[in-house]
């Protein structure tokens, strides 16, 4: 059973920082585009990066290029977002989600209908 598994949000002061893991069983990450997207109640989710099978191409929303930066470990299965100098806007749940129709992310938002095996989200709160 494949399952994607989201962790490492939580409550954090605007300019600090937070590392999110996107641990995947049941499923080699090796061959697949990975994203991260975010949603805030009330409001579609939206694109927040993408890491391709090598890590070779990746992609960020211009909301937060230059303060987030996606990472994998195909070995442990796992992809990151380590997310520096945080906004309260950065505020949301973010998942994470596997691309089975690419192996290297596009160079605009990725497609959220070509993704599949979302996981259960994990919370960022920026505040003071």
């Known amino acids: 059973q494949v399952q994607f598994v989201e962790s490492g949000g939580g409550l954090v002061q605007p300019g600090g920082s937070l590392r999110l893991s996107c641990a995947a069983s049941?499923?080699?990450?090796?061959?697949?585009?990975i994203g991260w997207f975010r949603q805030v109640p009330g409001k579609e989710r939206e694109a927040v990066s993408c890491?391709?099978?090598?890590?070779?191409?990746?992609y960020y929303a211009d909301s937060v290029k230059g303060r987030f930066t996606i990472s994998r470990d195909n070995a442990k299965s796992t992809v990151y977002l380590q997310m520096d100098s945080l906004k309260p806007e950065d505020t949301a749940v973010y998942y994470c989600?596997?691309?089975?129709?690419?192996?290297?992310?596009?160079?605009?938002?990725?497609?959220?209908?070509?993704?599949?095996?979302w996981g259960q989200g994990t919370q960022v709160t920026v505040s003071s």
């Open positions: 989600a596997a691309n089975l129709m690419r192996s290297r992310c596009q160079t605009g938002p990725p497609v959220q209908h070509e993704y599949a095996y």
């Open positions: 049941g499923f080699a990450l090796d061959y697949y585009a």
């Open positions: 890491s391709s099978h090598s890590d070779a191409s990746t």
